[in-house]
């Protein structure tokens, strides 16, 4: 049984930072992609940042530059530290897990943790 448990979330004022962290329990692949999402009240889910096993990692342009997403393989563990933040970050953020990304270079259908709520003020 896989699970995916995210922490690190809570509220900032814009231009502060915020780290998520998101532990990967029951799995442990060689070849991996984990990320990710969030979702805003009434908008669509996004892709925010997505790392592979490799080493490899891609961001969506809206956090380029200030986001950073890294792996700690021996703890089965990725973070996105987010710096500068703005308001318009405020979202659920969910991290997200599969064996392989999709053609738009995250982890797609997959496994999900519950999601962590970042709240930033202006």
């Known amino acids: 049984q896989v699970q995916l448990v995210e922490s690190g979330g809570g509220s900032v004022q814009s231009g502060g930072s915020l780290r998520l962290s998101c532990a990967a329990y029951g799995y442990r692949s060689l070849t991996y992609c984990m990320g990710w999402f969030r979702q805003a009240p009434g908008k669509e889910r996004e892709g925010v940042a997505a790392?592979?096993?490799?080493?490899?990692?891609r961001y969506a342009d809206s956090v380029k530059g200030r986001f950073t997403i890294s792996q700690d393989n021996a703890k089965n563990t990725i973070y996105l530290q987010m710096n500068s933040l703005k308001p318009e970050d405020t979202a659920i953020y969910y991290c997200a897990a599969n064996f392989a990304c999709d053609d738009d270079g995250y982890p797609g259908s997959g496994y999900w943790g519950q999601g962590t709520q970042v709240t930033v003020s202006s």
């Open positions: 790392i592979e096993g490799d080493g490899n990692t």
